[in-house]
């Protein structure tokens, strides 16, 4: 049982990821973007190519990841969100679905669609594993949750203790008035969005060695996290990273009980008895529906 | 030596529809111009053509320190100290009052920023008690007083105010007019929209009448309270005397 939390609360820091990633895309934009999970694979990818390809360190690769996610999302905001804005938030949506798809295929492309593996973070093919209690604990899982922590704090301090993070946050709350006190509003869409995409990339680097990266994994880590997001709250970031690790943990103890392939229709289940029940989320504020 | 601002037979409006037609305007440094008219006139939709935000500017030019401003993106405009306090005020709701107006000196080093807020403090002393509350809940007077404070924290060479006494007790309104004359007093210069043409035309140096977008009358503000057209519509038989 633990030791299914455990590995729960793993996944669930990716799914915790992009379900930030939402959310900051959401605030700026105010479209939901479902390519965020394809961001994730392409993430693991680059980290791929860099370690099995370039036979660099891994250290490197998530370094690269994280500012290569940072820069595509400079350009996938400027030419595709931007320009799909002018038909509407519909319009975005149905772009940002599409994107999965293209994402899919590039991706492909370039690496193969069969999943590659990426190097533990301490070292080697296989990963340290300490048990207490009856409880195995890989070292890469307490990578992951010491690098969701770390994000977490870097994004806590980013919005809520330096200007151009406020300047962000303003912008979404009142672009009129965001422009009215000279900020670019443009500008801080954009790195709204590249925040967004570094925080994906920089998921899938570090749950990577775990789960494997690249293949068709994508569209089932962008849905895993919209209804971590929906359940924590869309407007709430603190609801964000807890619902999606929560649902990571509900995916690996009904994997654990039902077996595999069983838990997705139960977590998307879930989607739905969370928004009849409580449809601004466990952390979210009824003001924002109706926004 | 040219206005600090110029309008020159400026045509504006939404997206293909015209609002504003053939207004021409000035405002010299120091001076405090007021745009008085009736309601759907067109002078939110000036002020908006001249910052660069929602309205869009057809035909005409807006020059700001001799510098033409029409077309500019409207931070750059704020950037150069033409700042604009907007109807509906678009405070940031849900930052603080302390971020609204350091935002307001967005870009300005943390010395300039720090000094702001104390100053913004020093001249509202009652936005000082709320200063960690969000924007949302604040009262409209405060809201009113944190939109000016946001917009002043810049020091801006020209404030822009959308009618800044709109819904307010009467109480309050005074302390904005107050507020408005000592700004005046040192040498900031205002462009004043309103509806209470009795206060503003007090405190105005110059008025301009705007009706169905067009300037109908113009001249000093003590000749236009005088001026029977004026007194009629405006002043409405000037009962506040
Ligand atoms: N965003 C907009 N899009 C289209 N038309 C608009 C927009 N804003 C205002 N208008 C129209 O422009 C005209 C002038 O409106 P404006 O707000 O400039 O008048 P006003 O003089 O400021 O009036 P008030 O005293 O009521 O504030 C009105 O007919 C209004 O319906
Ligand atoms: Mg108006």
């Given at each position: 049982m633990l030791q299914l939390v455990v590995a729960g609360l793993t996944v669930g820091s990716g799914y915790a990821l992009v379900a930030l990633g939402i959310h900051i895309i959401l605030r700026a934009t105010r479209v939901i973007n479902f390519a965020q999970g394809e961001f994730v694979v392409l993430g693991g990818l680059l980290a791929y190519s860099v370690t099995n390809v370039?036979?660099?360190?891994?250290?490197?690769?998530?370094?690269?990841?994280?500012?290569?996610?940072?820069?595509?999302?400079?350009?996938?905001?400027?030419?595709v969100l931007r320009p799909a804005a002018r038909g509407g938030e519909l319009a975005v949506t149905i772009v940002s679905i599409g994107c999965v798809y293209v994402l899919l295929y590039g991706h492909s492309l370039v690496w193969g669609s069969l999943p590659l593996p990426l190097p533990y973070f301490s070292g080697g093919e296989a990963d340290v594993v300490w048990r207490a209690g009856g409880v195995q604990i890989a070292a890469q899982q307490l990578w992951?949750?010491?690098?969701?922590?770390?994000?977490?704090?870097?994004?806590?301090?980013?919005?809520?203790g330096t200007t151009y993070g406020k300047a962000i946050r303003a912008s979404a709350?009142?672009?009129?008035?965001?422009?009215?006190?000279?900020?670019?509003?443009?500008?801080?869409?954009?790195?709204?969005?590249?925040?967004?995409?570094?925080?994906?990339?920089?998921g899938?680097?570090?749950?990577?060695?775990?789960?494997?990266?690249?293949?068709?994994?994508?569209?089932?880590?962008?849905?895993?996290?919209f209804v971590g997001a929906v359940i924590g709250g869309l407007d709430s970031p603190v609801g964000c990273a807890v619902g999606g690790l929560l649902v990571g943990v509900v995916e690996k103890l009904l994997e654990g009980r039902l077996g595999y392939g069983a838990s997705d229709p139960i977590v998307y289940g879930l989607l739905i008895v969370a928004l009849l029940v409580r449809p601004q989320g466990l952390f979210g504020s009824r003001r924002a529906i109706r926004d | 030596?040219?206005?600090?601002?110029?309008?020159?037979?400026?045509?504006?409006?939404?997206?293909?529809?015209?609002?504003?037609?053939?207004?021409?305007?000035?405002?010299?440094?120091?001076?405090l111009v007021a745009v008085l008219g009736?309601?759907?006139?067109?002078?939110?939709?000036?002020?908006?053509?001249?910052?660069?935000?929602?309205?869009t500017r057809t035909g005409g030019s807006v020059r700001f320190e001799?510098?033409?401003?029409?077309?500019?993106?409207?931070?750059?405009?704020?950037?150069?100290?033409?700042?604009?306090?907007?109807?509906?005020?678009?405070?940031?709701?849900?930052?603080?009052?302390?971020?609204?107006?350091?935002?307001?000196?967005f870009g300005r080093p943390r010395a300039f920023v720090e000094r702001a807020l104390g100053e913004a403090y020093e001249r509202f002393p009652q936005l000082e008690a709320r200063r960690t509350s969000t924007a949302f809940a604040l009262s409209g007077g405060e809201q009113q007083m944190l939109a000016i404070a946001r917009a002043l924290a810049s020091e801006p060479k020209l404030l822009m105010l959308d009618e800044p006494s709109t819904g307010l007790a009467p109480r309050i309104v005074a302390a904005i007019f107050e507020t408005i004359a000592d700004l005046r007093k040192r040498g900031t210069s205002v462009l004043l929209v309103e509806q209470n043409a009795y206060l503003t035309l007090r405190v105005a140096d110059r008025a301009y009448v705007l009706e169905h977008g067009r300037i109908v009358l113009s001249g000093p503000a003590t000749e236009l309270a005088n001026d029977a057209r004026v007194r009629a519509i405006y002043l409405g038989g000037s009962s506040e005397e």
């Open positions: 370039l036979h660099a360190n891994v250290w490197l690769g998530l370094v690269v990841a994280t500012a290569g996610g940072f820069a595509i999302g400079l350009v996938y905001e400027r030419f992951v949750l010491g690098f969701l922590g770390l994000a977490l704090g870097a994004l806590a301090f980013f919005f809520e709350n009142s672009p009129v008035g965001a422009a009215l006190v000279g900020i670019d509003v443009d500008r801080a869409r954009s790195v709204s969005v590249a925040i967004a995409i570094a925080l994906a990339a920089f899938g680097v570090i749950v990577g060695p775990i789960t494997l990266v690249g293949g068709a994994a994508g569209v089932g880590i962008a849905i895993k996290g | 030596m040219s206005a600090l601002l110029d309008v020159a037979s400026l045509d504006a409006g939404y997206a293909g529809l015209g609002i504003v037609s053939d207004v021409s305007l000035e405002v010299g440094a120091g001076e009736p309601n759907g006139a067109g002078k939110s939709t000036l002020l908006r053509a001249i910052s660069g935000i929602e309205a001799g510098r033409d401003i029409g077309g500019m993106r409207a931070d750059r405009i704020a950037k150069l100290g033409l700042v604009h306090v907007p109807e509906g005020r678009q405070l940031f709701t849900e930052l603080t009052v302390d971020d609204n107006i350091r935002l307001g000196a």
